[in-house]
């Protein structure tokens, strides 16, 4: 089972809010069989306590620290929101990265997203993007640079 796959990718997405967009990320690591459906509300948990937003227009909601034992095993979302979603402070997502690690993995996943994001050109074409293949391949690009 890939990491990223053509069935844990969304895009063109509306949503009337972060938690709308937070469900949706959840639902497809779960759809994918990556986590319990309890999961969602260990996303949501989190949060409600430290913001997921990283700048940029992206977000990588993921769970608590206690939602290991939903996990299981990683996998990563991706909802495309071109007109974005309002992540607080003024700030919005159109790029919403939802991920669950098992084992140690979470820490090396957050910093391959964050690589991948940081480059202007990279995120111009994820803004764009026009089919779950063409995201994939963004972030699969990145990712082994």
């Known amino acids: ?13 509306k949503v009337g809010n972060k938690y709308e967009a937070i469900r949706i990320a959840g639902q497809l690591l ?25 700048g940029g227009g992206l977000a990588i909601p993921h769970g608590t620290k206690d939602s290991k034992e939903l996990i299981k095993s990683t996998g990563m979302s991706i909802v495309q929101i071109p007109d974005g979603v309002d992540f607080g402070e003024g700030e919005s997502a159109f790029l919403i990265v939802g991920i669950a690690a098992a084992g140690d993995e979470h820490l090396e996943i957050l910093t391959n997203v964050a690589m991948v994001c940081s480059d202007d050109e990279n995120l111009e074409r994820i803004r764009k993007a026009s089919s779950e293949a063409e995201m994939i391949e963004i972030f699969e690009s990145g990712m082994e640079s």
């Open 30 to 54: 779960v759809d994918a069989g990556h986590v319990d459906s309890g999961y969602i509300d260990k996303m949501l948990e989190r949060e409600d306590t430290l913001s997921t937003y990283m």
């Open 1 to 13: 089972m890939s990491i990223l796959s053509a069935d844990k990718v969304k895009l063109g997405v």
